[in-house]
């Protein structure tokens, strides 16, 4: 099985490019980096040290699209894809391997006002506002106000 499940911090903004032929597709590539927590090399203390992978990832078609217009530099993403492999031919007749994530589904990890960019951001999650508790009657339950019909409620 080829699974791959990261969560990190875009290193810069995505960069789109669109596929030539009938039907145009967008091939969105960004790079996220991915904390990698691990003992330190040389520390006999057995202290704990943080240090970064720096993962490509590919988005194609919708996936692409949406990483271009709401993903953003310093923002924290979560991304499950398949790892895919290849290799080419560099101008100087190097061959350069290559290893890419290919996104399966993308989501913002950080709250609306939890971005790590500091900049606030138009994404995320904004509940509702709810009814004050004093609504609630004593086992937790509210009370449905007259008037309410059955059908307006979102549940059978």
Not at 24 to 47: E, H, K, P, W
Not at 53 to 60: G, K, L, P, S, T
Not at 104 to 130: L, M, V
């Amino acid at each position: 099985m080829n699974r791959v499940i990261l969560m990190g911090r875009l290193t810069r903004d995505p960069e789109v490019r669109y596929s030539q032929g009938e039907r145009s597709m967008a091939i969105t590539r960004y790079t996220l980096a991915v904390d990698r927590r691990g003992r330190a090399r040389g520390n006999q203390d057995g202290d704990q040290s943080q240090t970064a992978d720096f993962i490509n990832i590919v988005a194609f078609d919708k996936a692409g699209e949406f990483a271009e217009k709401y993903f953003h530099q310093g923002m924290r993403v979560l991304v499950s894809g398949r790892i895919q492999t290849g290799s080419y031919t560099n101008k100087e007749g190097q061959r350069v391997y290559t290893t890419d994530v290919i996104v399966d589904d993308q989501e913002f990890a950080d709250s609306k006002n939890g971005s790590g960019g500091g900049n606030s951001g138009s994404y995320g999650y904004q509940p509702t506002s709810r009814p004050s508790p004093s609504s609630a009657i004593g086992d937790g339950f509210m009370n449905i106000p007259d008037g309410v019909e059955d059908e307006g409620l979102p549940f059978n």
